[in-house]
């Protein structure tokens, strides 16, 4: 079976500049839950997303979204890019809550 | 609000050397989950333990065992007999059951295991 797939693996950007990630779900999962890691803040929650519907939302400027496609997979997105927003991005997969959630190996984000 | 504390940043053993990471955390549900993930250099975070709050029960897995108490809040992990391949960062976190699948992680361990 598959893992958490998410490209790409290394990104860089320019400042102002806008991004997208990528995540494919293990297979039959349809929670898909999005992290940002970071040396200062550690592991935040950005969202997470359930049969297309966002079900669940951190602390995060209106610059970060998402969206999720009816075959699970998601995206996200983030606009305006600030060299703060320079971080691994990891996203995760889970059959529903309280499921174990089971992690991609990231994508890292540089914003110069 | 919900909150996960791991208060050792970075532990250094020597191989063979049995440690314990700790973790406490505050909920106010009373149905939660608890987990514990290992994130090796490469970044992907590594799925450990679940626990449901319901389950006190202490499990052994191997070289792993985890003690979970309600009493005291806390979900604490104990490597036995560590090997290098163990050195990585530990993380433990919370799902609260209202919260749908939202992990609130605490700040990590370093482990580090010297030959």
């Known amino acids: 079976k598959a893992g958490v797939t998410q490209t790409p693996r290394y990104l860089i950007k320019t400042r102002g500049q806008q991004v997208t990630l990528s995540c494919s779900p293990i297979s039959g999962h349809r929670s898909v839950s999005w992290y940002q890691q970071t040396p200062g803040q550690g592991l935040q929650f950005l969202f997470e997303y359930f049969s297309e519907t966002q079900r669940n939302k951190g602390n995060f400027p209106g610059r970060f979204s998402g969206r999720q496609f009816s075959n699970s997979r998601s995206e996200m997105n983030v606009s305006t890019l600030e060299l703060g927003d320079s971080a691994l991005y990891l996203c995760a997969s889970s059959l529903g809550m309280g499921a174990v959630a089971f992690f991609g190996q990231g994508t890292r984000l540089t914003v110069v | ?115």
């Not at chain 2, 050397?17 to 505050?26: F, K």
């Not at chain 2, 809040?73 to 939202?102: H, K, R």
Request: hydrophobic content about 35%; proline content about 3%; charged content about 20%.
């Open chain 2, 1 to 115: 609000a919900q909150k996960v504390t791991q208060a050792q940043t970075e532990i250094s053993v020597v191989e063979k050397e049995d440690v314990t990471l700790d973790c406490v955390y505050e909920t106010r549900d009373t149905t939660y989950y608890l987990f514990w993930y290992k994130q090796p250099p490469s970044g992907e975070l590594v799925f450990l333990i679940r626990r449901n709050s319901f389950d006190e029960q202490n499990e052994i897995s191997g070289r792993y065992s985890w003690n979970f108490q309600k009493s005291t809040s806390s979900f604490n992990f104990t490597i036995t007999a560590s090997q290098v391949v163990d050195s990585a960062v530990y993380f433990c976190a919370l799902s609260e059951a209202d919260a749908g699948n939202m992990l609130t992680f605490g700040g990590g361990t370093r482990l580090m295991v010297k030959p």
